[in-house]
């Protein structure tokens, strides 16, 4: 009998009548359509992934009363070797994809844990909505869901302030009821959600008083009445054959905006209601910020040493490994993977004790996430630079595979060293699918912004750096001489 959820069983909760449009229509059953299936399938093959016995240590916990075990996303850490443990069940999941599912069911789960170790901040606003957090942290990892979330504004007039933007472009609370709250207006940008059970809202950027309509957090299953999705272009419709784009074909979790069309939502799913501050507080008074984010060094850390590995068989490919400048330049790479394995791990190391829980660096943390957004377009670029023209010339499909003329031509002109001509275009596919592609552009994106722009991130550092004790050193220095004295001792 399966002790945990399966692959199977999140794909027949897709099937659930959802509102997604793409390309002008109603989307219908997510799980069949060519734009999104694949990448369902990617997501149901973690859920199998930890269902196998073998993988149930690694990946799974039983939680206290429960015979059902849940992925390690959802354990509390109360020390140092449980944060360990937890995190090798995320890489775990996070290699499955080389690092290309940003919003795996990982990510939220790790918000959630975060701000559950906060419950204290959810009750100085309110014991009922503290009582609403901790029941729906309660349903959402007993149940292992699938939750992704929308906790910033769409862009529009940058210039103002979200309260002064047009109506109905911001979602707001615009009725409120015995049963609940009503809200309309948009959110963006809900990745995963056509794979998600739930959505999870919030707002994390900046209020000021008079925007209580604006501030607001909840939880909404995907199929509720007058949710809609809106999803973007699908990278996996556009991929030709696994082989021509092995990536993007299973891997693009997609991105969409939601749309509040008056969604209702009932109060035992209201975590915060009008309080600007509790918005901001939700996330960074809690421990919600540090996990989201260290879920998302976890992951990185997995991706960069893909990428690392890729650009070590592009020079392979094209026979430039041993040049002595090549192997600088992979030299380089390799530090900078092992930089973020490193950020990582002093994050873990580095943590204190929150009440009975653990919690990773925070300023470690941003540090991590203010250079990394960096680094990520620089290690885009190094594989590029690497490549040369390798990545284009290519066949234009598999198609140029089945003609016997068209074979023998690619059999002369990809060879390589130590890689046949089929392995090698099957290789250099994969690379230019990973960096050069639309879905690798995406990918790029995504690294830079998901967690804020430079400003916001560099921001997050500068408040949470120890300035007293590297401005103290200063004071120390200035301290240690002075003009009268030295004047004095010049004059002796
Ligand atoms: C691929 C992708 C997936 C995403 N997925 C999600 C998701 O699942 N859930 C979610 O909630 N969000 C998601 N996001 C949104 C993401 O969190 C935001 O893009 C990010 O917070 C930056 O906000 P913004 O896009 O409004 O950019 P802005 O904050 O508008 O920044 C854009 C640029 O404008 C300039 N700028 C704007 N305002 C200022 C200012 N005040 N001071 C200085 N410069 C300024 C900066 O140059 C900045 O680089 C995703 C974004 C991307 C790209």
């Keep these: 009998m399966t002790t945990c959820k399966t692959g199977a069983e999140h794909i027949r909760s897709l099937k659930d009548g959802r509102t997604v449009y793409i390309d002008g229509q109603l989307a219908g059953d997510v ?89 204290d901040v959810f009750r100085k606003h309110g014991e009922d909505r503290a009582k609403a ?19 910033i504004n769409p862009q529009s007039e940058r210039a103002k302030d979200w309260g002064d933007q047009k109506e109905e472009l911001v979602a707001r609370i615009v009725d409120e009821d015995s049963g609940g709250i009503t809200i309309r207006g948009a959110k963006m940008l809900g990745t995963s959600s056509i794979m998600a059970n739930e959505v999870f809202v919030a707002n994390l950027q900046p209020l000021k008083p008079g925007e209580e309509a604006l501030a607001f957090s909840c939880a909404l299953p995907m199929n509720v009445k007058g949710l809609r999705v809106l999803s973007r272009k699908s ?45 901001r507080a939700q996330f960074h008074d809690t421990a919600g910020h540090a996990y989201q984010n260290y879920q998302a060094q976890i992951r990185l850390s997995v991706k960069i040493r893909f990428l690392t590995g890729l650009a070590h068989r592009i020079t392979e490919a094209i026979g430039t490994t041993n040049i002595p400048s090549v192997r600088e330049q992979l030299g380089y790479l390799a530090a900078q993977s092992s930089m973020v394995n490193a950020m990582m791990a002093g994050m873990e190391a580095e943590g204190t004790m929150r009440g009975e829980w653990y919690v990773p660096n925070k300023h470690f943390m941003y540090s991590a996430q203010v250079l990394t957004q960096d680094l990520y377009p620089r290690v885009v670029n190094s594989l590029r630079e690497l490549s040369g023209g390798a990545l284009i010339m290519l066949p234009s499909s598999i198609h140029d595979f089945a003609d016997p003329e068209l074979r023998k031509i690619i059999g002369v002109t990809q060879r390589a060293a130590n890689m046949g001509p089929e392995e090698k275009v099957k290789f250099l596919k994969a690379a230019w699918d990973a960096v050069g592609s639309e879905f690798g552009s995406r990918h790029t994106q995504y690294e830079m912004f998901y967690a804020g722009a430079r400003f916001v991130t560099s921001g997050h550092s500068y408040r949470t750096f120890d300035w007293s004790d590297a401005t103290g050193m200063v004071d120390a220095l200035m301290g240690s001489y002075d003009l009268a004295s030295e004047l004095d001792h010049k004059k002796h």
């Excluded at 997501?43 to 993988?55: H, V």
């Excluded at 957090?133 to 906790?151: H, K, M, P, Q």
């Excluded at 696994?242 to 035992?268: G, T």
């Design 31 to 119: 799980t069949e359509h060519p734009a999104f299936r694949n990448a369902i399938k990617s997501a149901a093959m973690l859920y199998d992934f930890q269902a196998r016995p073998e993988n149930a240590e690694l990946m799974t916990f039983a939680p206290p009363g429960s015979n059902r075990r849940i992925s390690r996303a959802w354990q509390i850490p109360r020390n140092y070797a449980e944060m360990v443990q937890r995190r090798k069940a995320l890489q775990a999941w996070a290699a499955l994809s080389y690092g290309f599912m940003g919003r795996s069911p990982d990510h939220l789960a790790s918000a959630l844990v975060g701000q559950r170790i906060g419950i």
């Design 133 to 151: 957090f901790e029941g729906y942290f309660e349903e959402a990892s007993r149940n292992d869901y699938f939750l992704t979330y929308v906790i």
């Design 235 to 279: 990278y996996e419709a556009a991929a030709v054959s696994m082989f021509d784009n092995p990536i993007s074909s299973r891997f693009d979790e997609n991105d969409a905006l939601i749309y509040f069309d008056d969604v209702k939502v009932p109060w035992e799913r209201v975590f915060v209601c009008r309080d600007t501050d509790m918005c």
